[in-house]
């Protein structure tokens, strides 16, 4: 079992940035991959973007390139999301994922 909690998340205005943050616990080391998830109101879940635990990689969904970087500190176990130039369209709640493992989510929302 994983535990996945997020935080950072809030109100932003256009143009602004946020850092969401996500706390592993349990069995972390079978992990192999970790990303971020996010879901706005009446759309699916989609994916933003995923980071190799044990080894380097990266991999964003083109929407977020450039704007978005995943990093992760395996001696905390945390992964975390620097979200820049955020987008009105960047609204959602955001969850952190490591395999068939789901955090709770941290709402994000990009508005004047």
């Known amino acids: 079992q994983v535990q996945l909690v997020e935080s950072g998340g809030g109100l932003v205005q256009p143009g602004g940035s946020l850092r969401l943050s996500c706390a592993a616990s349990?069995?972390?080391?079978?992990?192999?991959?970790m990303g971020w998830f996010r879901q706005a109101p009446g759309n699916e879940r989609e994916f933003v973007a995923a980071?190799?635990?044990?080894?380097?990689?990266?991999y964003y969904t083109n929407d977020v390139k450039g704007r978005f970087i995943v990093t992760k500190d395996t001696a905390k176990n945390t992964l975390y999301l620097q979200m820049n130039s955020l987008r009105p369209e960047d609204t959602a709640m955001y969850s952190c994922?490591?395999?068939?493992?789901w955090g709770q989510g941290t709402q994000v929302t990009v508005s004047s």
């Open positions: 994922n490591a395999g068939v493992f």
């Open positions: 349990g069995r972390t080391d079978s992990t192999f991959v």
């Open positions: 980071i190799h635990w044990q080894r380097e990689g990266t």
